[in-house]
């Protein structure tokens, strides 16, 4: 069992910055592969980044390409997701997620149906 706990939203202004953080523990860090998910009201949730236990990385190129960055800190079990350049558009609850190390690919990771394991969410809401 791995439980995830995410840290770090809150209210920003357009092209502020947030950094989320995944906190994790249950299982070795290194054993799964990290995921992040947004999903605002009304609508589906949807990828935003994933990066591998090797460090390879996805990152949604539509939305959030050259903005946002995932990475992880093996030795404090803990993911980040660096958001610059904030818009409105961003405004979601965002939701960490993991998965087996194996189960890693490149479509396959993007998707919320791939990971086991989910947190609770944090809200990020960015204003005009």
């Known amino acids: 069992q791995v439980h995830l706990e995410e840290s770090g939203g809150g209210l920003v202004q357009a092209g502020g910055s947030l950094r989320l953080s995944c906190a994790t523990s249950?299982?070795?860090?290194?054993?799964?592969?990290l995921g992040w998910f947004r999903q605002a009201p009304g609508k589906e949730r949807k990828f935003v980044a994933a990066?591998?236990?090797?460090?390879?990385?996805?990152v949604d190129i539509d939305s959030v390409k050259g903005r946002f960055t995932i990475s992880r800190d093996d030795p404090k079990s803990t993911a980040y997701l660096q958001m610059n350049s904030l818009e409105p558009e961003d405004t979601a609850v965002y939701y960490c997620?993991?998965?087996?190390?194996?189960?890693?690919?490149?479509?396959?990771?993007?998707?919320?149906?791939?990971?086991?394991?989910w947190g609770q969410g944090t809200q990020v809401t960015v204003s005009s």
């Open positions: 249950g299982r070795t860090f290194s054993d799964y592969n």
């Open positions: 997620a993991a998965q087996d190390w194996v189960d890693w690919s490149a479509t396959g990771s993007t998707r919320a149906n791939a990971y086991r394991y």
């Open positions: 990066i591998r236990w090797t460090g390879d990385t996805i």
